[in-house]
T-cell receptor, first 110, second 114 residues
Framework: SQQGEEDPQALSIQEGENATMNCSYK?????LQWYRQNSGRGLVHLIL?????REKHSGRLRVTLDTSKKSSSLLITASRAADTASYFC??????????FGQGTRLTINP | EAGVAQSPRYKIIEKRQSVAFWCNPI?????LYWYQQILGQGPKLLIQ????????DSQLPKDRFSAERLKGVDSTLKIQPAKLEDSAVYLC????????????FGPGTRLTVL
């Protein structure tokens, strides 16, 4: 079953702009993670935010978590062409198991 | 450190044929996962191993899919017989025994069933 629902499904912006992706989930979680997948490649872990955290930063990435609304957002600032990829949120349902959403396809136009 | 290795990278077969995928996780990672990713969707967990034992195979179509992790290191995933709807990328991931739940993914095997 897919827990996370990403929004939008696809996003196209100009290089240098900020990109925001949203994720909603249904059940209680221990943590929420974001992964990136370049075309034809495996997934790469970007950032993990625990259920008792509200915001986390890593370089140009900013993740927020609102457990009352069961939602999270990923902000990529000052986007670059290399950020073109699909981005997935994944919720930790316990027992070291992740459930992935459908993903947001991000395209950065030069 | 070396990443998760998978082979083959690509495989094309006809329906009703058999196919096997191989995964070598990161050294020392006790937990190994197989995911199925259909085009345009997120990865769906098929099976999770802890060392050589199965933790979760609730979404594995056991009538045609099987997986093993002998000796708790390498793993193979087999489909027999394949159906058209099995066309997907099969991803292997591994995880160390730590507090963080970060998984490390291999490049995947793209399977096309004709």
């Amino acid at each position: 079953s897919q827990q996370g629902e990403e929004d939008p499904q696809a996003l196209s912006i100009q290089e240098g702009e900020n990109a925001t992706m949203n994720c909603s989930y249904k059940t209680s979680i221990n943590n929420l993670q974001w992964y990136r997948q370049n075309s034809g490649r495996g997934l790469v872990h970007l950032i993990l935010i625990r259920s008792n955290e509200r915001e986390k930063h890593s370089g140009r990435l900013r993740v927020t978590l609102d457990t009352s609304k069961k939602s999270s957002s990923l902000l990529i600032t000052a986007s670059r062409a290399a950020d073109t990829a699909s981005y997935f949120c994944a919720t930790d349902e316990g027992a070291q198991k992740l459930v992935f959403g459908q993903g947001t396809r991000l395209t950065i136009n030069p | 450190e070396a990443g998760v290795a998978q082979s083959p990278r690509y495989k094309i077969i006809e329906k009703r044929q058999s196919v096997a995928f191989w995964c070598n996780p990161i050294s020392g990672h006790a937990t190994l996962y197989w995911y199925q990713q259909i085009l345009g969707q997120g990865p769906k967990l098929l099976i999770q191993f802890q060392n050589n034992g199965v933790v979760d195979d609730s979404q594995l179509p056991k009538d045609r899919f099987s997986a093993e992790r002998l000796k708790g290191v390498d793993s193979t995933l087999k489909i027999q017989p394949a159906k058209l709807e099995d066309s997907a990328v099969y991803l292997c991931a591994s995880k160390a025994a730590s507090i963080k739940n970060e998984q490390f993914f291999g490049p995947g095997t793209r399977l096309t069933v004709l």
